[in-house]
């Protein structure tokens, strides 16, 4: 069932175009990603989704019908890049406030229990690590018990450790039903996290898939890497496979589809020229691959 819906959606500054007819339906209860370079137009989609910034065409539906103030105020909880929150007030008084705005101060232990804050509840909001200010945050975007929840870039400047535990709370919140809009750069928490991607490039939507859709799209998604003493490039026959062959300093590369066939010949070649292998690693291309496949560009600047 589609919940929200984003209809050739656009935003023109002066003469520049920099959120380009993009469409696309999020289901109920899914989390759907957003992905793409900085400037590719992500955070102005989802600050118009949120009624932050006005489009210059297009239309965003919530239900099959146009979104009003009063919808946004029902059903959209939002998590911006920058939450300017009041230093002085511990976590306790923080989220009593903002719970108070939408009568829900009954609800606070369940949010403090879903965003895992129990522990510092009576420290100051300037006191607050990054992760858990970022959990503060999100605690507060939930303060009107929203279906739709929208995270931008929720997990920038966190350590791998607060990362993971983001993710937990996230994926918690999807448990409970929410439907989830989050953009971000970070490859491994869009295949984590995502039921489906959408990505961005200048202005203009390029994909919208799920996860593995997007990768089966890569051209030759597994790549050999080998390094050899001699070098195994001289004595490399990958005939009548669909591969390709390159170079990276003392390592060769082979990059293709039919990666069983291809690692069985490779060693047999090692081993009939009597090569000493050094090392032999297999990686599977990312998302991120695809973004430079179809652009030619990496992700992050
Ligand atoms: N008020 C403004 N006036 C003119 N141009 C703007 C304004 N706000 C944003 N832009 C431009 O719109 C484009 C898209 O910006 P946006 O912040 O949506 O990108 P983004 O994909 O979210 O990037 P990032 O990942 O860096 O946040 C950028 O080129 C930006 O410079």
């Not at 935003?11 to 759907?32: L, N, P, R």
């Not at 009063?70 to 008084?93: S, W």
Request: glycine residues 6%; hydrophobic residues 40%; contains cysteine.
């Amino acid at each position: 069932m589609v919940m929200l819906s984003v209809k050739n959606i656009s935003k023109a500054y002066a003469s520049k175009q920099v959120v380009d007819h993009v469409s696309f339906d999020i289901k109920k209860g899914e989390i759907f990603g957003f992905l793409g370079p900085n400037g590719a137009g992500k955070s102005t989609t989802i600050e118009i989704i949120a009624g932050l910034k006005k489009k210059t065409g297009g239309v965003v539906t919530i239900n099959g019908k146009e979104m009003t103030d009063k919808d946004r105020y029902n059903y959209l909880g939002v998590q911006l890049q920058q939450a300017e929150l009041y230093g002085n007030l511990t976590v306790k008084e923080t989220l009593n406030l903002f719970l108070s705005f939408h009568n829900r101060k009954a609800f606070i232990d369940e949010h403090i229990h879903l965003t895992k804050l129990e522990a510092f509840l009576n420290q100051k909001v300037k006191s607050l690590s990054g992760g858990q200010k970022q959990r503060l945050s999100l605690s507060l975007s939930l303060a009107n018990d929203p279906e739709i929840l929208i995270l931008d870039e929720p997990t920038v400047g966190l350590d791998p450790q607060s990362r993971r535990l983001l993710w937990d709370i996230i994926l918690s919140l999807k448990q409970k039903g929410k439907t989830i809009l989050l953009t971000t750069h970070f490859m491994d928490e869009a295949q984590r996290l995502c039921d489906r991607v959408a990505i961005m490039n200048e202005g203009k939507l390029l994909f919208v898939d799920t996860v593995d859709h997007l990768l089966n799209q890569i051209d030759k998604r597994f790549s050999i890497v080998i390094e050899t003493t001699p070098d195994i490039y001289p004595f490399l026959n990958v005939e009548h496979l669909s591969a390709i062959i390159v170079r990276d300093d003392e390592k060769v590369v082979i990059k293709t589809d039919e990666i069983d066939e291809a690692f069985q010949k490779v060693m047999k070649q090692i081993e009939e020229n009597e090569l000493e292998l050094k090392s032999i690693v297999i990686k599977e291309a990312n998302l991120e691959d695809l973004f430079i496949q179809l652009t030619g560009k990496e992700l992050r600047e």
